[in-house]
């Protein structure tokens, strides 16, 4: 067991199944304590099972459940990190088609259900500073047929990118990241919904990423670790890919950081928007 993140508590949602999974038991591994949020109290005890090191929580909790994350936040001696994992796909097909309840219910848990989980846990971080990672994953691209998904994640980066200005100064970092095609039970979704609501090119692309075993969920959880670390202090505000970007590579990660536009969502041609602070 490594110690990059030792004497650090962070808290994971969705660390039931999946990629929060995987990410918790990389954290733990870094000597991370570990406060496991997720619906299924079975699984998460099971979870804690498999974390290294003592002291890890587990907490059965909706993120749509604004009570439960004040409890939480009340319950907590000190909070150094969120890792805010838990998401849906939402309801599949065009828009036109899709059901408009299941479409808010995303929202819900994507987008506000991470909300109540940064404001709770920002409660004990402005004491002292820390990192926050949102899941961005599926909000850099269109996806035809997952509208509820797409909007939902891509809110989430930007939220990322303003949160990070507007917590500079108390020392509370915040990225989004996307972790890549996981082989998790989110594809289920897309399995059911066919291809003729998915669409035939994802359907099939999905089909051949399951079989194949999908991108390792642990290289997402890698990424996680180190914007939780002391060696990710220099980044904050940025949208970047566990699968695509060398962000292990240190010159790689300067040259990026060096261009503040650089892994954002933003739009740049030099005409309509060129950096962050000029005049639109």
Request: glycine share 12%; with cysteine.
């Given at each position: 067991?490594?110690?990059?993140?030792?004497?650090?508590?962070v808290?994971?949602t969705?660390?039931?199944?999946?990629?929060g999974?995987a990410?918790?038991?990389t954290?733990a591994?870094?000597?991370?304590t570990?406060l496991?949020?997720?619906?299924?109290e079975?699984?998460l005890h099971?979870?804690?099972r498999?974390?290294d090191?003592?002291?890890?929580?587990?907490?059965?909790?909706?993120v749509r459940?604004?009570?439960?994350?004040?409890?939480?936040?009340?319950?907590?001696?000190r909070?150094d990190?969120?890792?805010?994992?838990a998401?849906?796909?939402g309801?599949i097909?065009?828009?036109?088609?899709v059901?408009?309840?299941?479409?808010?219910d995303a929202f819900e848990?994507n987008?506000?259900?991470t909300?109540l989980?940064?404001?709770?846990?920002l409660?004990?971080?402005i004491?002292?500073g820390?990192?926050i990672?949102?899941?961005?994953?599926g909000?850099?691209e269109p996806l035809p047929?997952?509208d509820?998904?797409v909007?939902?994640?891509?809110?989430?980066?930007r939220?990322a990118e303003?949160?990070?200005?507007?917590?500079?100064a108390?020392g509370?970092r915040?990225n989004?990241?996307a972790?890549?095609?996981?082989?998790t039970?989110i594809?289920?979704?897309t399995?059911e919904?066919g291809?003729d609501?998915s669409?035939?090119d994802f359907?099939a692309?999905t089909?051949?990423?399951?079989?194949?075993?999908g991108f390792?969920?642990e290289?997402?959880?890698?990424l996680?670790a180190?914007l939780?670390s002391d060696a990710g202090?220099?980044?904050?505000?940025?949208?970047?890919?566990a699968?695509?970007?060398?962000w292990r590579?240190d010159?790689?990660?300067?040259?990026q950081?060096q261009?503040?536009d650089?892994l954002t969502?933003?739009?740049?041609?030099?005409?309509?928007f060129?950096a962050?602070g000029?005049?639109?």
């Open positions: 067991m490594t110690s990059a993140l030792s004497g650090r508590t808290v994971v969705g660390a039931s199944r999946g990629i999974r990410t918790a038991k954290l591994s870094q000597g991370a570990v496991a949020v997720a619906r299924n079975a699984l099971d979870l804690l498999e974390l090191g003592t002291g890890h929580r587990a907490i059965e909790l909706d459940d604004e009570d439960g994350w004040q409890k939480l936040s009340d319950s907590a001696d909070i990190g969120l890792v805010a994992a998401g849906i796909y309801p097909g065009r828009l036109h088609t059901d408009l309840a299941a479409f808010r848990v987008f506000f259900g909300i989980a940064v404001r709770s846990c409660r004990r971080m004491e002292h820390g990192s990672v949102l899941f961005g994953g909000g850099s047929g997952y509820a998904y909007t939902s994640k891509s809110a989430l980066v939220l303003n949160l990070a200005a507007e917590l500079a108390d509370v915040v989004a990241i972790p890549g095609f996981v082989a039970d594809h289920r979704a399995l919904a291809p609501r669409g035939a359907h692309r089909v051949k990423a399951l079989a194949d075993g390792p969920a290289e997402a959880g890698e996680v180190f939780l202090t220099s980044v904050t505000g940025k949208f970047l890919s699968r695509w970007d060398d590579d010159a790689w990660r300067s040259a950081l261009q503040r650089s969502m933003r739009r740049v041609d030099g005409t309509m060129s962050v000029d005049q639109r």
